[in-house]
């Protein structure tokens, strides 16, 4: 069995990541979600890295789209199309990053500290791997 705290970052991350830009539709990015079998994507335009989108964070377009079909109908607006979101509109900005050689025990208390469930790794500012929670429970369990 391997030793929890003498892993690295780099050890445990998946490589290669699958990203998004802030452009793309969210129907794209569930069709990528599935084509990948991943569930967060770190998004990147023009080569930086600028927010992050999980699945979950998919769970606010009932509310969104709720809300402004609401607000149009307060405002003497019927018949409007649907709203469309982009990546931008959803993606979390402040992301959670980390080094290859970051030791694994912090990178699973920035997790629990951040109160988020991916932490991204990145290399002279280029993103090279990407940790998920359940990365971590698995080698735990």
Known sequence: MLNFSSLLAQDVMSSPVFATSPESSVDQLEQDFVQHDVSAM???HHGKIVGIISRSDLMLLPVLSAAIEACALA???SGEPKPTFRVC???KCDVVQCVPETELPK???DMVHRHVHHIV??????VVGIISSLDIVELLV
């Open 121 to 126: 790794v990145v290399r002279n500012d280029e």
């Open 75 to 77: 405002a003497g607006i």
């Open 89 to 91: 509109d959803l993606m």
């Open 107 to 109: 990178v699973a208390a």
């Open 42 to 44: 770190p998004v990147v």
